[in-house]
């Protein structure tokens, strides 16, 4: 017994849509008929999902999340995350290593991997950390930490500050094949500030953090991946002079690849309200023109693709202050939500560069089987209701964390079932 999806919008070009019928078998998707032969799928034996006038979409991929177990457990857990994302439409996941312990072991993988598999609804895959304890000072086993099943290295959270550290870290990821992901900051320019040099900073008096604090090590980055030949990639990419050098280092042939969140490309320090730690994350919402010169790279192809950065913290870390409270906001739950609203809806972006931006893109990156609707492929699957305006309200998140800037918008392109493998995972009630 298998699962008809009849009547489903595809992204055939552009704007363009075909409609197809599509049939999963076991975890794979097994036909796909063009709706438009006319041929009704014999569906008798089988589960029916209609999808007719919704956009279905290869599950949405995002390489860019916390889920904070093992150790915050009241941030996020791997069970509550991987809810949260399945709302969200994401079908697999890259979660970073900031947990407690961090994941710089193998123990601390296989914990993230078998909880994964018994708690987790979508497909979790764990980064490792580049230093162990994410302290700067000494590389972690990479070979045991491959061996295990991590997908690429990353301190994120921190910035890899020894430029002869992560070189290192460069030279031995490239020897055995996997990326360096990298969290770009450099400490010696952030001085304790949470806002971004700008009206806001200005209009408050507050001390601030300046692009290059980020630019200086994405520039240090480039260099040294040309140096190594890793494969390169920049975590959330907040300013325009990061764009800048990633298209510079691109041209020259070196091996980068990057990606932003969508509150990067939506919201600049002048739409901050005011003294609110649901707007304060790391990096820090920067200049409109920053805005724009993200916009212009991912549309350009210097950014490759679009991640959350969900980064869930409880309410009451977040009601310290904004000194106080830690840096991060959700994202898996109106990600596409405020994409599609913004930029396709207003017909800025095609639906299918979007759509790409969140599956077929990422799945090329990161060398994933995954992020493409085609007969063999596993059936990783979301449905998305392209026409009910609904507002953000953090009461209906299955995150654990409330804590976004976006309460209250009012938004189109909700997810409405989501497929793992053959397997409904999710579906809106
Ligand atoms: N993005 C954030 O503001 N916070 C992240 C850390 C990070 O992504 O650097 C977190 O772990 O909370
Ligand atoms: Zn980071
Ligand atoms: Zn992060």
Known sequence: ????????????????????????????????????????????GHTVVRAEGKLVTPGLIDMHVHLREPGFEHKETIASGTRSAARGGFTTIACMPNTRPVIDTVETVKYVLDKAA???????????CITKNELGRELT?????????????TDDGVGVQSAQMMKDAMAKAASIGLPIIAHCEDNTLVEGAWVSEGAFSKKHGLKAIPNESEA???????????????????CHVSTE??????????????????????????????DIPGMDANWKMNPPL??????????????????DIIVTDHAPHSAEEKARGVD???????????????????FVATGQWTLQFLVEKMTSLPAQVFGLPYGKLEVGKEADI????????????????????????????????????????????WSEA
Request: aromatic fraction near 8%; hydrophobic fraction near 40%.
């Open 241 to 270: 002079q990061s764009v800048r050098l990633i298209r510079h280092a691109k041209q020259f042939g070196i091996k980068v690849t990057a990606e932003v969140c969508p509150h990067h490309l939506i919201l600049s320090d002048e």
């Open 382 to 425: 979301t449905i998305i209701d392209l026409e009910t305006e609904k507002e953000v309200d953090p009461k209906d998140f299955l995150s654990k964390g409330t804590n976004t800037p976006f309460i209250g918008w009012s938004l189109k392109g909700w997810p409405t079932t989501t497929i793992v493998g053959g397997k409904v995972v």
């Open 324 to 342: 106080l409270a830690p840096f991060g906001i959700v994202g898996f739950e109106t990600a596409f939500p405020l994409l599609y609203t913004k």
């Open 1 to 44: 017994m298998g699962i008809w999806i009849l009547d489903a919008q595809v992204v055939a070009e552009g704007n363009q849509l075909t409609k197809q019928h599509i049939l999963i078998e076991g975890n794979v998707i097994e036909k796909i008929i063009d709706a438009g032969t006319g041929v009704q799928p014999d569906t008798a």
């Open 118 to 128: 018994s708690e987790g609804i979508v497909r979790v895959l764990p980064y490792g």
């Open 141 to 153: 086993d990479f070979d045991a930490l491959k061996e295990a099943g991590v997908i690429g290295y």
């Open 216 to 234: 200086i090590h994405v520039g240090r980055d480039c260099l040294l991946a040309e140096a190594t030949g890793v494969h390169y990639h920049v």
């Open 286 to 303: 920067r200049t409109p023109r920053d805005v724009q010169a993200c916009i212009e790279g991912l549309l350009d192809g210097t950014i």
